[in-house]
């Protein structure tokens, strides 16, 4: 069977221009389309998710030359920045838990306890300044996230108490599980595999901010570890016996300077020049972790997310240099730190907005990965109910083109934006792509796919012209903002 699986077919395709070498120019587009540079992306994303940057850990030295190489390319291409500076402090507190210092005990009605050690039997699952803390009280099964949400009028009495849940519980039903009074919770992973993977992923510190009044949108209320088989096992059993819990957590503080870049592109309107259309992506991504089979530990987040950088660059390009598709409003870019430790930047941002949110009319987000071929169907986070998610059905359709709309959730840094009432969407590929089978594109998809892995870095057989329709989409979706800014009220 012919399968488009393998690179050495997929560039065989005439129409793939990303897949010409560098230095070969790049094939003309017909003039009605945004020309978005393969060229350009594959640069940014070369440099960006370099082993010299060292997967841009937030507030590492990786991250700050990602930052400086940002500002450097706004400052090429004239953009301006804002409040007086590209970049913006977000003031952060890096935590560590001291091993002597923190132990989580489960203690029987019959005065019976059991000491349990962090990392090997929990791992806090990370907070706010407020949340990141010990906590004690009485056992509580609550149940999945599902039947938290689905049922909260079934929940027990939760007044002082501990809920103990199956499996990993965010918000919104951790938000629940406190307005019934819980003060902690514990999650049981029951298998080995799954709780290697959260420990894997958690890290052994926290980064939280250090203004305790910005809100965060991705944080539970209230604090909370994740516990390993063993001590799963062991709550079960208090649990049902009316036994307690107490967490003691001893950190480790210290400062961390991380920045958000904010530039700016005048809109050509003297009026609607007032509002900025927004693009958004985050430059920050996990560093240095457990080395994979290969023994590489850098997490070079190529398209997690270089490849969503590379698109606000390349799309601030197109729009700079082509001015009969000039933008009557104002357009800023906007570059967050700390996405994967949890929204910290946007939340800082939409807290302390160098720019009024309320001049911002439209906010577009890019972080999905990099599609390995192009897409033409797409789901817009954040776009049900949502003027802007109208408008983007309207401008895929006009491509032939598929968009279905799903609520906005916090999973990137559109989300915060969202809550403050800034019409905000997240644009995610789907499958299958363009002029390929199911199978041909799950297939593709399998081989490129390599999400908060140290194997997601810049390959130079990887195809760009997927990423060139996804900041295509993008910037198509700015531009039926721009000439019908009443859609979008
Ligand atoms: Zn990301």
């Given at each position: 069977m012919h399968r488009f699986s393998t690179l050495s077919v997929f560039c065989l395709l005439p129409l793939l221009s990303a897949c010409a070498p560098a230095g070969r120019p790049v094939r003309p587009r017909p003039a009605h389309a945004p020309s978005i540079d393969t060229l350009t992306l594959r640069a940014h994303t070369f440099f960006l998710a370099h082993d010299l940057l060292r997967g841009r850990a937030t507030g590492s030295h990786g991250a700050a030359v990602a930052a400086n190489y940002i500002v450097s390319e706004c400052r090429r291409l004239g953009l301006e920045p804002v409040g007086g500076s590209f970049m913006h402090a977000v003031p952060l507190e890096l935590s560590v838990p001291v091993a002597g210092g923190t132990a989580l005990t489960v203690f029987a009605p019959n005065g019976d306890s059991a000491r349990f050690t962090l990392q090997r039997d929990f791992v806090p699952t990370g907070g706010t300044r407020a949340s990141l803390r010990g906590f004690a009280g009485q056992l509580v099964w609550v149940g999945g996230a599902d039947e938290i949400r689905e049922r909260p009028e079934a929940l027990p009495t939760l007044s002082g108490a501990v809920a103990v849940t199956a499996g990993a519980v965010r918000r919104p039903a951790a938000e629940i599980l406190a307005r019934h009074g819980a003060v902690g919770m514990v999650h049981l992973i029951a298998d080995t595999g799954t709780y290697r993977l959260h420990t894997a992923s958690r890290g052994r510190d926290f980064l939280v901010l250090t203004d305790t009044t910005v809100r965060s949108s991705f944080f539970p209320p209230i604090p909370a570890v994740i516990a390993g088989p063993q001590l799963s096992r062991a709550l079960v059993a208090a649990a049902r016996r009316g036994g307690t819990v107490r967490v003691t957590l001893d950190l480790e503080r210290r400062p961390v300077h991380a920045a958000n870049i904010a530039c700016l592109l005048p809109g050509a309107d003297e009026r609607l020049g007032d509002t900025a259309l927004v693009f958004t992506a985050h430059y920050d991504h996990l560093g240095i972790g457990t080395p994979d089979e290969r023994s590489d530990s850098i997490y070079n987040g190529f398209s997690d997310n270089a490849a969503g950088v590379a698109m606000l660059l390349a799309i601030a390009e197109e729009v700079r240099n082509t001015p009969e598709r000039a933008l009557r409003h104002s357009v800023l870019f906007l570059f967050f730190t700390g996405e994967e430790r949890g929204l910290l930047g946007s939340d800082y941002f939409v807290a302390r907005?160098?720019?009024?949110?309320?001049?911002?009319r439209a906010l577009i987000n890019l972080d999905a990965g990099a599609p390995p071929a192009r897409p033409w169907h797409w789901r817009v986070a954040g776009g049900t109910g949502n003027p802007l998610g109208a408008l983007a059905k309207d401008v895929a359709a006009s491509h032939g083109w598929s968009v279905t709309t799903s609520p906005a959730t916090a999973n990137s840094d559109y989300y915060p934006f969202a809550q403050e009432g800034v019409a905000s969407v997240f644009i995610i590929p789907r499958l299958p792509y363009q002029g390929l089978s199911a199978d041909s594109s799950q297939a593709l998809q399998r081989r490129w796919d390599r999400y908060h892995q140290a194997a997601d870095e810049f390959y130079e057989e990887f195809p760009f012209a997927g990423l060139q329709r996804y900041a295509e989409f993008a910037y198509l979706l700015a531009l039926a903002v721009d000439r019908n800014p009443g859609r979008i009220e």
């Open positions: 907005p160098p720019v009024p949110l309320s001049r911002m």
